[in-house]
């Protein structure tokens, strides 16, 4: 299934990806940090809700609350418990 999640309080707006069964492919954050955003999807390709929110949950981006990192863990599990 893909599924699209607009980010909440991060300097990207979207994240897209595509989620079977729990394991999350295809990674695509739309603006942000252009670096990071290459990186994050490279690093979590093919893992699973569980391993994305063990590794990038909670990870903070300066006084914001949240990251990207942190937004697509969030986005993951919406997607997983939407699922089942």
Sequence with gaps: MHYTY????????????DINDDIITNVEFTGGCNGN??????????MTVEEIESK???VQCGMRGTSCADQLATAVRMAYDSLH
């Design 56 to 58: 990038i949950k909670g």
């Design 6 to 17: 607009q980010t909440k309080g991060t300097c990207s707006t979207q994240i897209t990806f």
């Design 37 to 46: 955003l290459k990186a994050v999807p490279r690093l979590v390709d093919g």
